[in-house]
């Protein structure tokens, strides 16, 4: 009998903006998500991936055994084996030989279980997170700066605003839903202001006021010369000043010894002096202003010193501890917050509190009981995440155990990396998916339970926590981290303090450690104990909460520092002199363009998870090169083309982007392909393992390349019966592919520098399947094939560029036909339907609309996102392709309007 559906209440799992979604449940499968409409991040809100979740779902290419040196074994096998293993190289090369690289993905739980048993009880310091590479420098800002990694806003801020600063953001693609709010509000209140400041024109800059095209890297002076500025236009709040912090002097003369006019901040910055200045003047004239920044700041050798540049210009303006003001870092991953709060960086021990923190070393072991352990606690900070793999390099640390990251392909200096975990001689992955780039390193490799499955707490950008909460049995023998992590210690012989029976029992002891011996005076800021306590059915019921969380404040915490009283030793928020620094990645004649790396919007990270979504691939099939079309235009390259990036530590090829959003001389690549999905695509192939000296955040946004035209002799299209896609698959030998997920077969892109005598014997030999029909141009090289067995398409193959593609949709169909019907199978090679429209590449997501359909309704009349919107139902469900319709938009009207004047003429 059919059960009923059922609704359950979870946490997104992708972004940091952290949005409750309801998931419905029918008959053992989440059947459908949407967003919560009383979470406070999102008030029902979702972007295009948190709608896509329940399409990301399902047994097929999960992780579901453990393995151990490639061989299928049992769990008992797998975690004697973790335990054996980790203790024979401790015992051998001694505690600080095992490391363990985490990630701002792993739930609260999963993260205070692994800190505890690295840090406590192995006795290594070396245990740091990917978020080192995310928000280490955002962190290191604020500590500098209030003394405690503490995010004094709240997502309402950015709403109460008077003027938004985006600075290294963009938030239409990377924060959606807060981006949503954002542009909501400013319509509520035209006098809000919005600025963005990034050296690319992204589809955030659509609701901005002011956009300044900064050249990469040159933050600093931008706000070092807007103290200056505020300072010579009398805009400093000497009473905050005064009374808040201390600093200023020194902050200030800095300033102006580097940035002390406008038109030498305009210099440097490259922008427009007037522009710049309207940017000072709206700032210091503003009480209620957000700088909200991400990695546009923080990925950089510079990082630190940007974020308090950032910071310096809020305290001097008192802009800060104020309903719609304060310097706002915004995390990337759903639980980065959560990872900093139970200390999962090197330099950090536990509950917020360092190896500086007076008396804490003592505290955290008292806490933990392990006072009378050899090794102790350590006593100074481990390895930060480049110097870590510089350390298994080294053939220093030889035993790493992987948790929800994939340094493969998100580290620095891929390449480098890749030899460290070859040469390592222990590697313990735990992941949910069955192929990434990782795995292949991996000694033993541990299947864990995902989204859905999980039970737990993640803490979003404005320090919010919230449930995720497991709805479904994880697939195959997979499981939860914590519990993997609990049998392994018990294994070590430490299993009484990892005696836990359910993650409440986690977050129970994290949230008193978090109040152990904390007076309350506001040193250690991170304080949760008043949600000690709970038991198993409070924590269940867990409605989102915004740390600290404690008796006087039991409700939680929406803003701080509204007393002016901050973490440091003496209450007084810092100001920092700020040198400003270029990137350590020098340009050259032979790496002359400055590369710059990032998301798209569609995709999360690795794709691990989004590219299980077909409609999730569309938006951008393939890793691309966006650059200037002067750029393009030097080095032979048309738009749509094939190209080549060179760096100093590798190599990336990708499809051409012309585009007049890129600064001339700087380069865009997305940072989400691997070897998984693409011949040769990691972004991180080409950045250098420079990093902060405070932070140890890597310069991800300021590489150094050459770029030049692949030299092909064809390209082709391939589309396979998921049957035929083989790990194997011969045509990954041509020199550049890349692999497309469809949601009934996959797509190759394919090119080559070697022409191919015969077309049709390649082929047969690629699939194994001959061609049953075909049509070619010797003349231009086309060619137009299809191989059928039986009635059933097995394979379709277009020779030619793919500008040349008829729309997917309708052949991808085809894979689905049991016995293709005879009209079908005559229109194959034309791959439509006969007098079907081509509705071209795919803008919104959400309901599958394309660009040609939109430029078909622009052309009959839409002027506006809402008739094309009211027509095609394109941007109505997420919004995320509002700005790009709104491009269209802009780029169509004259020539739809030149084609009504010309009809209107006619008539
Ligand atoms: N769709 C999607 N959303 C995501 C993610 C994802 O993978 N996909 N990942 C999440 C994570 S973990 C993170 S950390 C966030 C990141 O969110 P963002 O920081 O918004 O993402 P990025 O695209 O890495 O970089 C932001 C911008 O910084 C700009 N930039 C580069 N150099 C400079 C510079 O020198 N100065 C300034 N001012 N700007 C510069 C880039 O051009 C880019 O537009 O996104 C989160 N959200
Ligand atoms: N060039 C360049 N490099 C970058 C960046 C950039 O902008 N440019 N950005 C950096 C930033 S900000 C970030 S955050 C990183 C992100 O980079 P990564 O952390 O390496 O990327 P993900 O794909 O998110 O990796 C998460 C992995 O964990 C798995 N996983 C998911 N959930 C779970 C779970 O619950 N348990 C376990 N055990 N596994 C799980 C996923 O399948 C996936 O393989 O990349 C960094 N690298
Ligand atoms: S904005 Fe972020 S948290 Fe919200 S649905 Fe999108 S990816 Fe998930
Ligand atoms: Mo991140």
Same mark, same amino acid.
Not at 750 to 776: N, R
């Given at each position: 009998m059919p059960q009923a559906n059922r609704l359950a209440r979870t946490t997104c799992p992708y972004c940091g903006v952290g949005c409750g979604v309801t998931a419905t449940l029918e008959n053992g499968q989440l059947i459908a998500v949407e967003g919560d409409r009383e979470h406070p991040a999102n008030y029902g809100r979702l972007c295009v991936k948190g709608t896509a979740l329940h399409e990301t779902l399902g047994e097929q290419g999960r992780l579901l055994k453990p393995?151990? %040196?490639?061989?299928?074994? *049992?769990?008992?096998?797998?975690?004697?084996?973790?335990?054996?293993?980790?203790?024979?190289?401790? *015992?051998?090369?001694?505690?600080?030989?095992?490391?363990? !690289?985490?990630?701002?993905?792993?739930?609260?739980? %999963?993260?205070?279980?692994?800190?505890?048993?690295?840090?406590?009880? @192995?006795?290594?310091?070396?245990?740091?997170?990917?978020?080192? $590479?995310?928000?280490?420098?955002?962190?290191?800002? !604020?500590?500098?700066?209030?003394?405690?990694?503490?995010?004094?806003?709240? !997502?309402? %801020? @950015?709403?109460?605003?008077e003027l938004v600063v985006l600075v290294g953001s963009n938030l239409a693609w990377n924060h959606p839903v807060l981006y949503q709010r954002l542009k909501v509000a400013k319509e509520r209140n035209p006098l809000m202001r919005v600025v963005v400041i990034d050296p690319r024109v992204t589809d955030t800059c659509e609701i901005a006021d002011l956009y300044l095209g900064i050249r990469p890297g040159s933050d600093a002076y931008l706000f070092n010369g807007l103290l200056a500025w505020m300072a010579d236009h009398q805009r400093l709040d000497s009473v905050y000043l005064e009374r808040h912090t201390e600093g200023l002097d020194d902050a200030l003369s800095t300033a102006r010894h580097n940035a002390d006019s406008v038109e030498v901040v305009a210099r440097e910055c490259d922008v427009d002096a007037e522009r710049l200045e309207t940017f000072y003047y709206w700032f210091a004239s503003q009480l209620h202003v957000v700088t909200l920044y991400s990695q546009g700041v923080n990925q950089s050798s510079s990082g630190t010193d940007k974020c308090n540049a950032i910071i310096n210009c809020h305290l001097a303006g008192g802009k800060i501890g104020l309903p719609g003001a304060g310097p706002f870092s915004i995390t990337g991953q759903p639980n980065a917050m959560g990872g900093r709060e139970v200390g999962g960086l090197a330099n950090q021990l536990a509950a917020h509190m360092d190896y500086h923190t007076p008396g804490a070393r003592e505290l955290v072991s008292r806490f933990w009981t392990t006072q009378h352990l050899t090794p102790a606690l350590p006593d100074a900070p481990g390895y930060k995440a480049v110097e870590l793999f510089d350390a298994i390099e080294r053939g220093e640390i030889t035993a790493l155990w992987v948790m929800a990251t994939n340094p493969a392909v998100s580290m620095p200096d891929g390449e480098k990396v890749r030899r460290a975990l070859a040469k390592c001689p222990l590697v313990i992955v735990s992941e949910c998916v069955a192929n990434t780039d990782l795995l292949p390193f991996a000694d033993i490799v541990l299947p864990a339970s995902g989204w859905s499955e999980k039970d737990g707490t993640v803490t979003n950008s404005e320090r919010r926590i919230s449930r995720q909460r497991g709805m479904l049995p994880p697939p195959g023998e997979a499981k939860h981290d914590w519990w993997i992590l609990c049998e392994v210690a018990k294994r070590l012989g430490v299993g009484e303090a990892f005696d836990y029976t359910h993650p409440w029992e986690i977050f129970d002891e994290h949230a008193r450690l978090s109040g152990y011996e904390n007076s309350g005076d506001t040193q250690r800021l991170f304080n949760i104990s008043g949600l000690a306590g709970l038991g198993q059915a409070a924590y269940d019921a867990l409605a989102p909460i915004q740390w600290p969380v404690t008796q006087q404040a039991s409700r939680g915490t929406a803003r701080l520092f509204e007393d002016g009283r901050f973490a440091t030793a003496n209450g007084r928020a810092k100001l920092l002199p700020i040198t400003p620094r270029p990137p350590e990645q020098p340009l050259s004649d032979d790496y002359p363009l400055r590369l710059n790396t990032g998301r798209v919007r569609d995709q999360w990270h690795t794709m691990t998870r989004t590219a299980r979504a077909p409609r999730l691939m569309n938006h951008r099939a393939e890793p691309f090169i966006e650059l200037h079309p002067d750029d393009a235009a030097q080095a032979g390259l048309t738009d749509q083309g094939l190209a080549k990036l060179t760096a100093a530590a590798g190599e990336y090829c990708g499809r051409v982007r012309v585009s007049n959003a890129q600064r001339q001389g700087e380069v865009f690549v997305p940072m989400h392909w691997t070897d998984c999905f693409t011949k040769q695509g990691r972004s991180g192939a080409l950045i250098k393992g420079y990093t902060d000296p405070l932070s140890g955040q890597p310069e991800a946004k300021q590489g150094a390349v050459a770029v030049s035209k692949l030299p092909i002799a064809w390209q082709a299209t391939l589309l396979l019966a998921n049957e035929l896609d083989m790990q194997t698959s011969p045509w990954r030998r041509s020199d550049y592919w890349a692999r497309i997920p469809m949601a009934?077969?996959?797509?190759?892109?394919?090119?080559?520098?070697?022409?191919?005598?015969?077309?049709?014997?390649?082929?047969?030999?690629?699939?194994?399947?001959?061609?049953? $029909?075909?049509?070619?141009?010797?003349?231009?090289?086309?060619?137009?094939?299809?191989?059928?067995?039986?009635?059933?398409?097995?394979?379709? @193959?277009m020779v030619g560029p793919p500008d040349e593609l008829p729309g997917l949709a309708w052949l991808e169909a085809r894979f689905n036909d049991a016995?293709?019907?005879?009209?079908?199978?005559?229109?194959?090679?034309?791959?439509?339907?006969?007098?079907?429209?081509?509705?071209?590449?795919?803008?919104?997501?959400?309901?599958?609309?394309?660009?040609? *359909?939109?430029?078909?309704?622009?052309?009959?009349?839409?002027?506006?996102?809402?008739?094309?919107?009211?027509?095609?139902?394109?941007?109505?469900?997420?919004?995320?392709?509002?700005?790009?319709?709104k491009a269209i938009l802009e780029e169509e009207r004259p020539h739809a309007r030149a084609k009504q004047t010309a009809n209107t003429e006619v008539a």
């Open positions: 393995r151990v %040196d490639g061989e299928e074994v *049992s769990w008992e096998q797998a975690l004697t084996a973790t335990a054996e293993r980790l203790q024979a190289q401790r *015992s051998a090369h001694g505690p600080q030989s095992v490391a363990a !690289y985490l990630s701002g993905q792993l739930l609260t739980e %999963d993260y205070y279980v692994a800190n505890k048993l690295f840090k406590g009880f @192995l006795g290594t310091p070396h245990l740091d997170t990917n978020s080192r $590479l995310c928000m280490a420098s955002a962190v290191a800002g !604020y500590k500098r700066a209030f003394g405690a990694d503490a995010v004094p806003c709240s !997502y309402e %801020d @950015l709403e109460e605003a009934s077969c996959t797509r190759w892109q394919l090119a080559d520098s070697q022409p191919v005598a015969d077309w049709l014997a390649q082929v047969e030999a690629w699939c194994g399947v001959s061609a049953s $029909l075909w049509c070619d141009d010797p003349a231009t090289g086309r060619l137009r094939a299809a191989g059928v067995v039986k009635g059933r398409l097995r394979w379709w @193959l016995t293709l019907e005879t009209p079908h199978r005559r229109r194959l090679l034309a791959g439509c339907d006969d007098g079907a429209v081509d509705t071209g590449p795919v803008v919104c997501s959400c309901h599958q609309v394309g660009k040609a *359909s939109i430029v078909k309704a622009i052309h009959s009349g839409d002027t506006s996102v809402e008739a094309l919107g009211a027509r095609l139902a394109c941007g109505t469900q997420c919004g995320s392709c509002l700005p790009e319709l």
